[in-house]
Nanobody, 130 residues
Framework: VQLQASGGGLAQSGDSLRLSCAVS????????IGWFRQAPGKEREGVSC????????YYADSVRGRFTMSRDSAKSTVFLQMRDLKPEDTAVYYC????????????????????????WGRGTQVTVSS
């Protein structure tokens, strides 16, 4: 199972970026997916999550209204559209997957930032300058 995050880069305040998380080795439809980020010197935090069948998504307060998460089963890819980027969005962004058999979509969405995920991808760096 592989999760590969991509799409990060340098941006200025107010810019947009779209991150992708390509899932291979398994069917994306069998997994709930979360996006997390870790800024230098800070703990990893949850950004957004989406349940199997596109239920949700759920967003952290810090990104709600600016970020949009979606999934495309045909492409086996999950996206994170980030708009109105702020310097505080600077971090390494990771995607992670948990099997839907472990918990329902509703259960996942209520605790997706704390539940243990089965697989993690390598991160992609997002740097936002003011």
């Amino acid at each position: 199972v592989q999760l590969q995050a991509s799409g990060g880069g340098l941006a200025q305040s107010g810019d947009s970026l779209r991150l992708s998380c390509a899932v291979s080795g398994v069917s994306l439809d069998d997994y709930h997916i979360g996006w997390f980020r870790q800024a230098p010197g800070k703990e990893r935090e949850g950004v957004s999550c989406i349940g199997r069948g596109s239920s949700g998504p759920y967003y952290a307060d810090s990104v709600r209204g600016r970020f949009t998460m979606s999934r495309d089963s045909a492409k086996s890819t999950v996206f994170l559209q980030m708009r109105d980027l702020k310097p505080e969005d600077t971090a390494v962004y990771y995607c992670a997957a948990v099997r839907f058999r472990k918990l329902s979509s509703d259960s996942y969405l209520t605790r997706c930032f704390t539940v243990g995920h089965d697989y993690w991808g390598r991160g992609t760096q997002v740097t936002v300058s003011s």
